[in-house]
């Protein structure tokens, strides 16, 4: 409970979207709406969303622990609200076989339910309500693919078909599949709502209007669009944690043969910056309307909200004069991430580690890192708790190879001159002696190894890809290589404790 809290603060720091209010002041009506919504759909669940894949089979993601959530004590000012959204993710995990029907246009491709995510690798909870931009990154999630192959794309991205919607044949039999006809342009701009309506909202607001857009039309009928004001928006309930906290509003309209429905969606006003909805994006960013149904109590929209750091799922539904919202989840959206290593994948590094010549059968490697030798590469680098003895790794295709290993007289460093990228590992060798290892990688693959021997500051022995050389030759690969620098890493405790 307490690691969901944190995640609901971090999508407040992405995310104002989607609040009517702040959330200690529930809009009573609304909330009645959408029990009333989910509790008579419990046989005919809600259509779902689609979200990425693992490169195999596509993922309906979670937002909550499989696990029902229990009062701990501390947590009860959040629980109702949690349990709540547990339930309506319980719904759709209930009913996920169910899921075969897949809205693509004005087509439905038939799809099977595939099975659960609920470990990762290494045993443990995979991550939840986070969209990832690797097929390595596990996530908690049920999994789904075409029941005809002709039907699967050849090679879908992690991005492709964010939001894709997937309904159940009951859901289906008892509604009319109505048409959605986007009216972005070419240059993703949309045109501006009738000045009527806008005209109409500012006077009821009190507010003028910074800019609107007509984003859809539904079933040749309804028009879909949002209105973005200046200014602060003072009928805002205060927000009781920051009473200093100033908002600004945009809304969801929804237009009917002239009735209007709106949503209302609070932003951060700043005197200074301006109005702010999500982060990195300068100003309000529209629904998109990925699915529209005609249902037993009138439209039901399906709706998806990108911004940079986060994707928004749900449902609009038009009641008793307001536009309701039925949102999912606001999924973070994860950008730049690690390639996961896993407990395998380390294990099998340590016994490449222990079984070559150079491997010291005593060391202990109790830590690793991602390390940038070059940018072609994924780079792993593993230490003992000292860092004084370790190896570098490379893994392609998905198979590791040793490349150096590094003892207390062999220290690495890194340093790249003209496409090429140097891996050195130096040290005395006893005496006047010195010793080098240097490994050179261009486009991803290594092309030479030199070992070099200096005594007292000249060459005694060189030798390139383990073949002798001459002195001079050594000397002539020598001044190739530029002064090494320290390698940047932020180690992780094998048994997966940061350090």
Avoid at 279 to 304: M, R
């Amino acid at each position: 409970m307490l690691m969901a809290i944190c995640a609901m603060a971090v999508m407040i720091s992405c995310k104002q979207k989607g609040q009517t209010a702040p959330a200690d002041s529930t809009d009573s009506v609304t909330a009645a709406v959408i029990d009333s919504i989910i509790e008579e759909n419990d046989t005919t669940p809600l259509p779902m969303f689609l979200i990425g894949n693992d490169g195999q089979y596509m993922q309906m993601l979670y937002w909550a622990n499989i696990e029902e959530p229990q009062k701990s004590g501390d947590d009860d000012e959040y629980f109702a609200i949690y349990h709540k959204s547990w339930e309506l993710q319980e719904m759709f995990r209930r009913n996920a076989a169910q899921y075969t029907n897949l809205l693509k246009g004005d087509k439905i491709i038939k799809l099977k339910y595939i099975d659960e995510v609920q470990k990762d690798p290494d045993g443990n909870i995979p991550s939840i309500g986070e969209i990832h931009g690797r097929e390595e990154i596990p996530s908690l999630c049920a999994r789904f693919d075409y029941v005809n192959s002709k039907d699967k794309p050849r090679k879908e991205s992690m991005v492709d078909g964010w939001g894709l919607v997937v309904c159940t044949d009951s859901y289906l039999a008892s509604r009319k599949v109505l048409s959605v006809k986007s009216c972005q342009t070419a240059n993703y701009d949309y045109p501006k709502l009738p000045a009527d309506i806008v005209k109409q909202l500012e006077t009821q607001y009190g507010m003028k209007a910074e800019r609107s857009s007509k984003t859809c039309v539904i079933a040749d009928r309804y028009t879909m669009g949002a209105i973005e004001f200046k200014g602060e928006y003072k009928n805002a309930p205060k927000d009781k944690y920051d009473a200093e906290r100033k908002f600004a509003l945009a809304l969801e309209v929804l237009i009917d043969s002239g009735q209007v429905y709106v949503l209302e969606q609070l932003g951060h006003y700043d005197p200074e910056y301006g109005s702010t909805w999500n982060a990195d994006a300068d100003g309000y960013i529209p629904n998109e309307i990925e699915a529209a149904f005609e249902g037993p109590k009138g439209l039901e929209l399906c709706y998806t909200h990108g911004a940079p750091e986060s994707f928004c799922v749900g449902m609009l539904f038009p009641r008793d004069g307001k536009l309701v919202e039925l949102e999912y989840e606001c999924y973070h959206s994860m950008v730049d991430e690690e390639i996961p290593v896993w407990r395998r994948d380390l294990a099998e590094m340590d016994k490449l580690y222990h079984s070559s010549e150079m491997g010291d059968k005593d060391v202990e490697l109790t830590k690793w890192s991602h390390c940038y030798i070059d940018y072609d590469n994924e780079w792993i680098w593993l230490r003992d708790k000292d860092g004084k003895n370790g190896a570098f790794f490379i893994r392609r295709d998905g198979k590791f190879q040793l490349v150096a290993i590094e003892n207390p007289r062999l220290q690495p460093s890194k340093c790249d001159k003209d496409g090429i990228c140097y891996l050195k590992l130096a040290g005395p060798a006893g005496g006047p002696s010195w010793q080098q290892e240097i490994y050179a990688f261009k486009d991803g693959k290594r092309i030479w190894k030199l070992n070099v021997l200096e005594v007292e500051g000249e060459l005694y022995e060189c030798s390139l890809n383990g073949k002798e050389i001459s002195k001079e030759e050594g000397q002539a690969y020598l001044d190739k290589v530029p002064e090494g620098k320290e390698i940047n890493a932020w180690f992780k405790n094998i048994n997966g404790d940061e350090q």
